[in-house]
């Protein structure tokens, strides 16, 4: 690594163009699993590119030190690539490592949660849990379409965004959506290409409620009488539901009077259902999220008559399974809407060791709630981390705190706060919630050193 930096510092040769053809030999990944390799003493980031392989890549963006480019012939193959089932992978900005098998991308996942962990927070991880894995197609429950009107031809253009781009790839299917979804979305585009008011669209999102396809529409303007029709038809058609959103997330509902008012899911392993609206933050992939709310039980081992506490609480995706477990639970959330849907989740689940809370997470906060004696806290924050709460519950020497991360970056920054403070990392994992993808899902649990010996 010191070599390479050393080539890169020393080059005078003038930056890369944008759009120029550059030949280079990939060595390693970076986070984002992007191939690395040197050209002209610059540092050159190629989507799609994998360690070992000479390529040929284009330039999208250029700086004097660092390029990045688009991969476009490879002519020594790594003996791991593998052809994308996508058609759109070369252009969709959706998935980024179809060319790279399963277990390539999980060891690349922990390499740089790992490496994350070691450069910002000074830990070594002594205790690796399995990767919590699923299947690698098929698992997307939720999905939002982009819609672009064309006046020129008075058409929809139906899709996804393309990567670094704003334009459109126009599609019929997509791997890793829900199989009940994938009849939705191959019908999409001449379903709304039907209505009158395509002009005055905004977007669609596919989702899967408890296994039931739901189609949502944002539009713009009202819809005429005939348009409901078409819609309803469609949605009748694929065995699914419509809903229509004339304005905010709020205004959101179903399309036809008989059909449910809320979407909902299940976590079958702890007797749980929980019900959101369209709008709220729900994990896209509902195997792995079942198996991560089994792992968080299994290291926290929560006991009778425990007081925890979850931060980020959202639904009570964690909250509702350590009630049930029989700990007494406070749920702490930024958003007032959801902390009353967790409130009725917990009401309609016979759960009443259990309350919640509204508020603001990114803020110092000196609450009554907080000066409690905890036995355990769980924070399943956004990317950009924990740090406030962190630094709050480090202060109260909470003896145990899971940390589930959507961001390796915030979640090593914040597990340096806590080694400074005399937590221990005792095991740490990651999650594939999104294959195909650079994203790293990851649960650590930090164990207060002096907590043994901590007076109750």
């Known amino acids: 690594m010191n070599r390479s930096r050393k080539r890169s510092r020393q080059s005078s040769a003038p930056a890369a163009e944008l759009g120029q053809r550059l030949r280079l030999t990939l060595e390693r990944l970076s986070h984002d699993g992007r191939g690395i390799g040197y050209w002209d003493g610059r540092t050159v980031f190629v989507d799609g590119g994998l360690p070992g392989e000479e390529v040929e890549a284009r330039v999208v963006r250029a700086r004097s030190k660092l390029v990045e480019a688009r991969l476009e012939t490879v002519h020594g193959a790594s003996s791991q690539r593998l052809q994308p089932p996508c058609a759109h992978a070369d252009l969709c900005g959706g998935c980024s490592l179809q060319h790279m098998p399963a277990e390539q991308q999980l060891a690349f996942k922990q390499a740089a949660l790992a490496q994350q962990l070691r450069h910002f927070a000074g830990i070594q991880v002594g205790d690796w849990a399995p990767p919590l894995q699923g299947q690698p197609y098929g698992y997307r429950q939720r999905t939002r379409i982009a819609l672009h009107y064309q006046p020129q031809s008075n058409a929809l253009v139906v899709g996804f965004r393309q990567r670094a781009s704003n334009e459109l790839v126009a599609v019929r299917e997509c791997p890793v959506l829900n199989p009940v979804l994938q009849p939705l979305l191959a019908g999409l585009s001449a379903a709304l290409n039907q209505l009158q008011g395509r002009a005055h669209l905004g977007h669609v999102d596919l989702l899967a409620s408890a296994g039931r396809p739901v189609v949502l529409l944002r539009h713009l303007r009202p819809l005429s009488a005939e348009d409901q029709q078409l819609l309803a038809v469609f949605a009748a058609e694929h065995g699914a539901d419509c809903w229509l959103q004339p304005d905010g997330v709020d205004s959101a509902a179903p399309l036809e009077a008989t059909a449910p008012t809320h979407l909902s899911y299940p976590l079958a392993d702890q007797g749980v259902q929980l019900h959101y609206a369209p709008g709220d933050f729900t994990q896209v992939n509902a195997d792995i999220n079942q198996a991560m709310v ?77 000066q409690q004696s905890w036995s355990a806290a769980l924070l399943d924050p956004p990317r950009d981390g924990a740090e406030q709460m962190v630094q709050a519950l480090a202060a109260r020497q909470v003896p145990r705190i899971l940390y589930v991360s959507c961001n390796p970056a915030t979640l090593a920054r914040d597990a340096g706060l806590l080694a400074t403070a005399g937590y221990q990392l005792q095991r740490a994992g990651i999650m594939d919630m999104f294959p195909q993808t650079a994203h790293i899902e990851s649960m650590a649990l930090f164990v207060f050193k002096g907590s043994k010996h901590r007076k109750r």
């Open 294 to 370: 089994n792992r968080a039980m299994a290291w926290l081992q929560p006991q009778a008559g425990e007081h925890i506490l979850d931060l980020y609480c959202g639904l009570g995706n964690f909250s509702l399974p350590l009630a049930r477990a029989g700990a007494e639970v406070t749920g702490v959330e930024g958003s007032a809407a959801m902390v009353a849907r967790a409130a009725a989740n917990a009401a309609e689940n016979n759960l009443s060791a259990v309350h919640f809370l509204h508020a603001d997470l990114s803020k110092p906060i000196d609450a009554d709630w907080l």
